[in-house]
């Protein structure tokens, strides 16, 4: 079983700073792209922002310059500091892991369960 589970979600005022983090874990062979994804209410969910195993990182356009993912591949764990936060920043925000249980699987997108970001204005 593998799972994923995001944490440091909250309120905080427009102009304020979140960090959250996302931890893999259970049986996995190998981890490639792991990032986050948001949901807004009535909206549909986006890319906020992701990275390879080898550090590439890509961004949706409405978050660059604010927001920086990083990662800690021995932890199985990604981060996203989110600076400048606005309230158009305000989702349920989901990580995610593209993964390998076994050599021999196929990779599959395991998801967490999200965690709320509210941005107050």
């Known amino acids: 079983q593998v799972q994923v589970v995001e944490s440091g979600g909250g309120l905080v005022q427009s102009g304020g700073s979140l960090r959250l983090s996302c931890a893999a874990s259970g049986v996995i062979f190998s981890i490639d792209a792991m990032g986050w994804y948001r949901q807004a209410p009535g909206k549909e969910r986006e890319l906020v922002a992701t990275m390879t195993t080898g550090g590439s990182s890509n961004y949706a356009d409405s978050v660059k310059g604010r927001f920086t993912i990083s990662r800690d591949n021995a932890k199985n764990t990604i981060y996203l500091q989110m600076n400048s936060l606005k309230p158009e920043d305000t989702a349920v925000y989901y990580c995610?892991?593209?993964?390998?249980?076994?050599?021999?699987?196929?990779?599959?997108?395991?998801w967490g369960q999200g965690t709320q970001v509210t941005v107050s204005s």
């Open positions: 995610y892991g593209d993964m390998k249980r076994w050599s021999w699987s196929s990779t599959y997108k395991y």
